[in-house]
């Protein structure tokens, strides 16, 4: 998807230029030095919430081999609940890296083959890295979740899709303040339009690293199916 998002990018502006939609969705209009940067800043964001799937994916298959009576393989043995949770949150931890590596790496191979002057690799790659605190409270959320409601950890992709809805549609319709504020998304820095903002990315962090030891807490002392 980021492949095929940066291949638009050589003749972007006589494709989009004139359709009012796009003018709607795109934050600060069509300002031609920035409207390569608007579109980047918002189609990386919408990337970002696409690859959030696998990430959770993996916690959530945690709550499915429960489920399966499965664990039981684990807790047989001298195996610590802070193991079998800290090893599926780690591979989120990874797969979240990797993905974004994934969207920043795709949308330079393509963009760098149509663009006279394309933004560095670099650039790119700054531009989804910084969605990393991001994906991580979604992932953080998920633990909590699979430690105190684990029937209930399938919640989670109601948020994202509202997640997702505010980034796409949020200026289209005009959403509220306090609604697109319930996006971690939302507080994220638009590279390469905007500027770096570091009191967001620390806060989601926290936020991220808050709700992962609540859920470790939660996985620690509620029963274990099977």
């Known amino acids: 998807m980021s492949v095929a998002s940066g291949s638009v990018l050589g003749d972007f502006e006589t494709y989009f230029a004139d359709m009012e939609l796009f003018q709607q969705i795109i934050p600060g209009g069509l300002d031609p030095t920035a409207i390569i940067d608007q579109f980047l800043a918002l189609i990386i964001g919408i990337l970002s919430i696409f690859a959030i799937a696998p990430v959770l994916s993996v916690v959530l298959s945690l709550v499915k081999e429960e489920q399966l009576q499965r664990t039981e393989h684990f ?3 001298s195996v610590a609940r802070n193991t079998v949770l800290g090893s599926y ?10 993905m974004q ?8 191979l393509s963009a760098s083959q149509v663009m006279e002057d394309s933004l560095s690799l670099q650039t790119f790659l700054e531009a989804s890295f910084v969605y990393l605190p991001a994906v991580w409270v979604m992932l953080g959320l998920t633990v909590l979740l699979v430690g105190w409601i684990p029937r209930g950890a399938k919640w989670i992709w109601g948020y994202v899709l509202l997640a997702f809805l505010i980034l796409y549609i949020g200026n289209l319709l005009d959403f509220p303040d306090w609604l697109n504020n319930l996006s971690p998304f939302h507080h994220i820095p638009q590279l390469p339009y ?3 903002e570091w009191p967001p990315i620390w806060a989601l962090s926290g936020i991220a690293l808050g709700s992962s030891i609540i ?4 996985y620690n002392k509620r029963d274990i199916q099977g």
Do not use: C, D, N, P
Not at 101 to 108: C, D, F, H, M, V
């Open 194 to 196: 905007g500027e770096m």
């Open 89 to 98: 949150l780690g591979l989120g931890l990874v797969a979240s890296v990797l």
């Open 75 to 77: 807790y047989s043995r």
């Open 215 to 218: 859920g470790f807490i939660g």
């Open 101 to 108: 590596t994934g969207i920043g790496l795709g949308l330079y």
